[in-house]
């Protein structure tokens, strides 16, 4: 069974720094796209970053986050990540990973994903 897990949210300080982990089973995370999401209150789900699959490994950006996050893969333990810094009050949401059927991604195109963990929440404040 297809499963993706989230870790590594809390409250953290503006300026600091936070990892995400997202564990993946029953597939994969080399064969497809893969990718952050998140969804901060009374604001829709928006794309944070994602990777292409293996072959390329392309990554991909929302302005917002460019030059602050870095996503990344670790093949050999089927886990993902979302490296945070310099987090702002206005990162603050609840962050999902996902996956695509696709080997390509597009930041913006969340619709693609078919796939997603429950979420975990990132507070920014102080």
């Known amino acids: 069974q297809l499963q993706l897990v989230e870790s590594g949210g809390g409250l953290v300080q503006p300026g600091g720094s936070l990892r995400l982990s997202c564990a993946a089973s029953?597939?994969?995370?080399?064969?497809?796209?893969i990718g952050w999401l998140r969804q901060a209150p009374g604001k829709e789900r928006e794309g944070v970053a994602c990777?292409?699959?293996?072959?390329?490994?392309?990554?991909s950006y929302a302005d917002s986050v460019k030059g602050r996050f870095t996503i990344s893969r670790d093949s050999a333990n089927n886990t993902m990540y979302l490296q945070m810094n310099s987090l702002k009050p206005e990162d603050t949401a609840v962050y999902y990973c996902?996956?695509?059927?696709?080997?390509?991604?597009?930041?913006?195109?969340?619709?693609?994903?078919?796939?997603w963990g429950q979420g975990t929440q990132v507070t920014v404040s102080s």
């Open positions: 990777i292409s699959s293996s072959r390329h490994s392309t990554t």
């Open positions: 996902a996956k695509s059927p696709y080997y390509s991604c597009s930041v913006s195109s969340i619709f693609l994903y078919n796939y």
């Open positions: 029953g597939f994969t995370l080399d064969s497809s796209a």
